[in-house]
Every structure is written in structure tokens, then in C-alpha cells.
């Protein structure tokens, strides 16, 4: 299989499909039903009516990961049947090592994305005992009123080199940040953010080329 590394700050973006959206959904319902699990962001009371639509964003994002590079769909939300997946999502063998990708999904309103937005990352996940995570993979869904669905995938993010401190800033529990648009917020934990201008592009097939709405982009 033919495969693209692509110039850092290009991302892909595709179109996503009902049958995606469905399959999601009818997970998330599942795992709300069976899997009785605390959330990253319950320590956030105004977020806890949002549990269904963040489980909703974060497993599409692997049900499109998955098609994208033919591996097996999740088939329960948040992975194995207590809701934990250690942090693995995906498991990529390759001729040189394995990568055990952690899928980070969120929405945004538009597709037209710049270096400095930034994907955050919990530090109670990154540092979480027994983890098996070694790549992040970051995901922007937004809703276009004329294809639908969008998701922009953004690419790699190396779980050591944050560690290292390599990429990413860490801002403690408490700190108050500015957003681009003037409003503030209060990080309830410890989270590292990480520019998207210093995400790893992701990886160009063939087979990826011929989804609906393939297209590149670049960073504004």
C-alpha cells in the first residue's frame, strides 16, 4: 500500500457518513445503558449533561480512524466491557515497532483550522498507571451546511515527547487561560495543551484518497 507522509501543518479532510454517525450513536447508547463509568470531565458540573454527545464525538472518532486505515471498528464505546481501554485504542504493528494510539475527537465550528489551536490532554491521562498509549491521534469534527459532517484529521502526537517536554505545555489545576475569542477559563486539572502547528501530519493511502470530500488543507 502506496502511503504519503505529508508537510507538517497539512491535514486531511473527509466527509462522514450516516452509516458512521449510526453505528457511533448506537454504541454510545450501548455503553450509557451497561458501561456505569466516571467521565474525564464530571469534576465540571456544567458539562455533565454533555456526557452523551462527548462519547458520541470521541467514539466516531474512532469509527472513522478505523475505516480510514482498514482496522476493526471499536464495538463498545470507550473500548473494552468495563469502558477502559488502557489508553488503547488502536494497536498498529509495523515492520519497526508497535504504536498504541489513544484517538482524541472534538468538535469545532469550522473546518478552516489554525497552528495555534491546541488539543488538550489531561495530565491524569497522560501519566496514568498502566497505560498503554505511545501516540496521540488528534480528530476536528465540524458541520458543514452543505456536505454535512466534516472531520479533519490532524495526525500524531508522540506520548514520550510530551512527557519529555518535548512538545506541549503543562498547565497546573487553576490556572486561568485567555481563549482567542477574550473569553476565560479555569483548567479544573492539570492538562497539557499541544499547538496544532506541532501535530505530526498524518499519513496519505490510495484507498484514503478515494473517501468522499479527500481533500488537504493547511493550517492557517
Known amino acids: 500500500m502506496e502511503q504519503i507522509v505529508l508537510n507538517k501543518g497539512t491535514y486531511i479532510q473527509i466527509s462522514v457518513s450516516d452509516e ?20 474525564i470531565w464530571d469534576k465540571s458540573e456544567d458539562r455533565l449533561a454533555q456526557t452523551r454527545m462527548m462519547r458520541f464525538t470521541g467514539t466516531l472518532g474512532e469509527v472513522v480512524f478505523a475505516d480510514c486505515y482498514h482496522l476493526p471498528r471499536p464495538v463498545r464505546s470507550f473500548g473494552a466491557t468495563d469502558g477502559q481501554d488502557w489508553g488503547q485504542d488502536f494497536l498498529i504493528r509495523s515492520e519497526t515497532e508497535d504504536f498504541a494510539v489513544d484517538i482524541k475527537s472534538m468538535k469545532r465550528r469550522s473546518g478552516i483550522l ?22 496521540y491521534f488528534c480528530i476536528s469534527f465540524h458541520q458543514s451546511e452543505t456536505d454535512g459532517t466534516i472531520a479533519s484529521l490532524l495526525g500524531f502526537i508522540d506520548k514520550q515527547a510530551l512527557e519529555n517536554g518535548e512538545t506541549g505545555t503543562l498547565f497546573r489545576a487553576g490556572t486561568k487561560r485567555t481563549r482567542a475569542d477574550g ?10 495543551e499541544v499547538l496544532f502547528s506541532d501535530i505530526a501530519p498524518p499519513v496519505v493511502t490510495n484507498s484514503l484518497r478515494r473517501i468522499k470530500g479527500f481533500r488537504l488543507c493547511g493550517l492557517k
Open 114 to 135: 489554525t497552528g495555534d489551536y491546541v488539543l488538550n490532554i489531561p495530565s491524569s491521562q497522560l501519566h496514568k498507571a498502566g497505560s498503554k498509549t505511545s501516540h
Open 20 to 39: 458512521q454517525k449510526l453505528f457511533a450513536r448506537q454504541l454510545v447508547n450501548h455503553s450509557i445503558i451497561h458501561h456505569h463509568i466516571p467521565n
Open 183 to 192: 473569553t476565560a477559563f479555569t483548567f479544573n486539572e492539570s492538562t497539557y
